[in-house]
């Protein structure tokens, strides 16, 4: 069956570090695959997609990794802040599937001073 | 960017009865979606509206239950019909208008049954 896999549990990382987010897909073939910020009670917002010819995208301090022979993207924030506190959500498009996207459950991101 | 809203914000509601969420953009788009948020879960997608046609449903998800408008390009409404305390979560729609296959969420409705 299909998955997209985050870490269920929160990340905790001291301010000024570089927080790191797995989001890992079986039995997919993404034509694109994209990272949302989602804070209590507000729906996701979008932070950056990457194409599956991509290697690594970048966005300020964000930075995107697609490994398709993994099957896994990696979601970097440097030099974190508090503000950065929230839950980050991957989500997939399947070639041939139009704009519709898979989320995978989140990572809830906390940011400590 | 795209501004959307969405109506109610939140609503309890009894079991058995219906509720209808509207979901306004401040442009034309293309593409309008409806997505379920259960509790502490990651958003499932319900349907894409379609404009002038039918929504397209997702695998487990029925017109009866859910049904959908869309009479223009700015505006979908979404009843959850028959409700049980299991539709219980948040809805959102979100829309995808520059054609770059960015999403934009609305607010969404936090629908509560008893």
């Known amino acids: 069956s299909q998955k997209i896999e985050q870490n269920s549990e929160a990340l905790n990382i001291q301010e000024g570090k570089t927080a790191t987010l797995t989001c890992n897909y079986t039995?997919?073939?993404?034509?694109?695959l994209q990272w949302y910020r989602q804070d209590p009670g507000r729906g996701p917002v979008f932070l950056l997609l990457?194409?599956?010819?991509?290697k690594e995208k970048r966005k300020e301090r964000l930075k995107v990794t697609f490994d398709t022979t993994l099957k896994q993207s990696l979601f970097h924030i440097t030099a974190s802040q508090p503000a950065d506190s929230a839950t980050y959500l991957c989500?997939?498009?399947?070639?041939?599937?139009?704009?519709?996207?898979?989320f995978g459950t989140g990572t809830q991101l906390k940011v400590e001073l | 960017s795209a501004v959307i809203s969405q109506k109610p914000s939140r609503d309890i509601c009894q079991r058995g009865t219906s509720l209808t969420i509207q979901c306004q953009v401040d442009s034309q788009v293309t593409m309008m979606f409806w997505y379920r948020q259960q509790p502490g879960q990651s958003l499932t997608l319900i349907a894409t509206a379609n404009q002038g046609s039918e929504a397209t449903y997702e695998s487990g998800f029925v017109i009866d239950k859910f049904p959908i408008s869309r009479p223009n390009l700015t505006f979908s409404t979404l009843t959850v019909s028959n409700m049980s305390p299991e539709d219980s979560s948040i809805y959102l729609c979100?829309?995808?208008?520059?054609?770059?296959?960015?999403?934009?969420f609305g607010p969404g409705t936090r629908l509560t049954v008893l």
């Open positions: 989500a997939l498009s399947i070639t041939g599937g139009g704009n519709k996207l898979t």
């Open positions: 039995n997919y073939s993404p034509a694109y």
């Open positions: 979100s829309v995808d208008w520059t054609g770059s296959n960015e999403q934009f």
């Open positions: 990457i194409r599956e010819n991509e």
